[in-house]
C-alpha cells in the first residue's frame, strides 16, 4: 500500500515519534494532537477500515486494546480517564484509510464528540 501515509510510517518512509511497536502493532503520536496525549494505535497490516475487519483479526484488535491500557497507565492517564476511538469512512471523520484507534487523554474530554 504505496500511497497509504500510516504504511509508509510503518516501513520507515515517513517520520512518526513512535511510542510503542512490535511485529503486529505500532503507535506514534498524532501529528495535530487534539489533547495532551494524542497517540494513534494500529495494525502494520493494511487494513482500510473497521468494516474490513475478519473474524481472523479478532486477537489483532483485542491486542490493541491490551497496548491502549498500557500506554494509558505509562502515561499516567489512567486514573484520571482517558478515551479510546476509530472512526469509521467519511461521516464518521475518517481521513486515513488504514484502520487506526486515537488514545487520547490529559484533559477532560466533552461528550458527545462533534
Ligand atoms: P482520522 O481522521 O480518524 O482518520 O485520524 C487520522 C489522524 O492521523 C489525524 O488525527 C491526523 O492528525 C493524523 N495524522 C495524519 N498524518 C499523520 C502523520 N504523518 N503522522 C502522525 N499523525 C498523522
Ligand atoms: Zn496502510
Known sequence: MEDCIFCQII?????????Y????????KDIEPQAPVHFL??????????LDLKEEDNKLIGHIYQIANQLARQEEIAEDGFRVVSNCNEAGGQTVDHIHYHLLGGRNLQWPPG
Do not use: Y
Open 41 to 50: 494505535i494500529l495494525p502494520k497490516k493494511h487494513i482500510p477500515t473497521l
Open 11 to 19: 516501513a520507515g518512509e515517513m517520520e512518526s515519534e513512535i511510542v
Open 21 to 28: 511497536e512490535d511485529e503486529d502493532v505500532i503507535a506514534f
